[in-house]
T-cell receptor
């Protein structure tokens, strides 16, 4: 079955870049996603990338997709304390036709001042 | 206005009880979902509901049942609660799979 793997923790200093990595198994996923969960809140979509793209940039966020290796990464430039949260990588289930997302276990990003 | 709202935010109950969690979305979305997040933050889909079509994750016990009185609501009813049901339950909605909107979660504690 589909599976999404991510490292569980990442700690950086304020102002540094953060890179969160993810590997997935379903090569038919049409889209891949990054969601952010702040303490006590639900998940919010940060960004997504279409599977035929290699890179997507949105302000401080850069998403890189290596489809051959099934590897997705999220880079946050100039990381701020407000970026401290859990970041979930996700892929679509059944090639996106069913409309379900498979989430990784989340990477907890801690930003030290 | 909150896009996806769920109540209650916290629910503490005894084993064996029956409880419900309510969810409402005001976004006009066609699809609603229930996700379960365990203590290790692992998030897993339980149900998706679209135009009266219910898709069930086969690992969900039949003690859990979603009920949708209309397109804007998808409630979760749980019978005979067990200790292992303790988790945070998230409702979500979407118009297409590219973006899910999540509620803020219901933390269920079964004692």
């Amino acid at each position: 079955g589909e599976d999404v793997e991510q490292s569980l923790f990442l700690s950086v200093r304020e102002g540094d870049s953060s890179v969160i990595n993810c590997t997935y198994t379903d090569s038919s996923s049409t889209y891949l996603y990054w969601y952010k969960q702040e303490p006590g809140a639900g998940l919010q979509l940060l960004t997504y990338i279409f599977s035929n793209m290699d890179m997507k940039q949105d302000q401080r966020l850069t998403v890189l997709l290596n489809k051959k290796d099934k590897h997705l990464s999220l880079r946050i430039a100039d990381t701020q304390t407000g970026d401290s949260a859990i970041y979930f990588c996700a892929e679509t289930d059944d090639g996106g036709s069913q409309g379900n997302l498979i989430f990784g276990k989340g990477t907890k990003l801690s930003v030290k001042p | 206005d909150t896009a996806v709202s769920q109540t209650p935010k916290y629910l503490v109950t005894q084993m064996g009880n029956d409880k419900s969690i309510k969810c409402e979305q005001n976004l006009g979305h066609d699809t609603m979902y229930w996700y379960k997040q365990d203590s290790k933050k692992f998030l897993k889909i339980m149900f998706s509901y679209n135009n009266k079509e219910l898709i069930i994750n086969e690992t969900v016990p039949n003690r859990f049942s979603p009920k949708s009185p209309d397109k804007a609501h998808l409630n979760l009813h749980i019978n005979s609660l067990e200790l292992g049901d303790s988790a945070v339950y998230f409702c979500a909605s979407s118009q297409d799979i590219r973006r899910l909107f999540f509620g803020s979660g219901t933390q269920l504690s079964v004692l």
